[in-house]
Antibody, heavy 115, light 110 residues
Framework: EVQLVESGGGLVQPGGSLRLSCAASGFIFSSYEMNWVRQAPGKGLEWVSYISTSGSTIYYADSLKGRFTISRDNAKNSLYLQMNSLRVEDTAVYYC????????WGQGTLVTVSS | QSALTQPASVSGSPGQSITISCTGTNSDIGGFSYVSWYQQHPGKAPKFIIYDVSNRPSGVSNRFSASKSGNTASLTISGLQAEDEADYYCSSYTSSNTLIFGGGTKLTVL
């Protein structure tokens, strides 16, 4: 069974940093492209970032303006999202997703940016 | 890049059919056959229901069908059931090597 489990969310002050993790199991992680997608409270889905199987190709949403960094460790079956210079508008549930298009989603981890 | 345009809400009675539209541009929907659709129930993660414009993943009911014409994609749900009440999102690959979602459509089963 495919499982994606996000962790690392929480409350952070504006300007702070947070690192999200996504632990994958039930499939050959190194064979799949991965994504992060977020959803602000009461709002729609917003694509955040993509990483290729080897990590050599990476894309980000323009709105992030270099503040977020996606990475993966295929040996640990894990996906990461380093988030810096966090803003109030980054408050959202962050989902990791397998493949493009995303066929499996984690349950999400809530990031709250507030003073 | 702005979100794909979806109606905020649609409704239908059990057994009826409804269609949700998703409008983009030549740089996304119109330029690629990579439109997907997701169903999301409150408090849950999205569920993958359509890929590559009109294909259903294994296990998805054949009551869900989809198509594309020009810059507009459409999702049709036939034989509406109470459990179909959810939010629906379209998504497309873009010419900028990014993904873009629609704003979401809330389906109410009357």
């Amino acid at each position: 069974e495919v499982q994606l489990v996000e962790s690392g969310g929480g409350l952070v002050q504006p300007g702070g940093s947070l690192r999200l993790s996504c632990a994958a199991s039930g499939f050959i992680f190194s064979s799949y492209e991965m994504n992060w997608v977020r959803q602000a409270p009461g709002k729609g889905l917003e694509w955040v970032s993509y990483i290729s199987t080897s990590g050599s190709t990476i894309y980000y949403a323009d709105s992030l303006k270099g503040r977020f960094t996606i990475s993966r460790d295929n040996a640990k079956n894990s996906l990461y999202l380093q988030m810096n210079s966090l803003r109030v508008e980054d408050t959202a549930v962050y989902y990791c997703g397998r493949d493009v298009p995303t066929d499996y989603w984690g349950q999400g981890t809530l990031v709250t940016v507030s003073s | 890049q702005s979100a794909l345009t979806q109606p905020a809400s649609v409704s239908g009675s059990p057994g009826q059919s409804i269609t949700i539209s998703c409008t983009g541009t030549n740089s996304d929907i119109g330029g690629f056959s990579y439109v997907s659709w997701y169903q999301q129930h409150p408090g849950k993660a999205p569920k993958f229901i359509i890929y590559d414009v009109s294909n259903r993943p294994s296990g998805v009911s054949n009551r869900f069908s989809a198509s594309k014409s020009g810059n507009t994609a459409s999702l049709t749900i036939s034989g509406l059931q109470a459990e179909d009440e959810a939010d629906y999102y379209c998504s497309s690959y873009t010419s900028s090597n990014t993904l873009i979602f629609g704003g979401g459509t809330k389906l109410t089963v009357l």
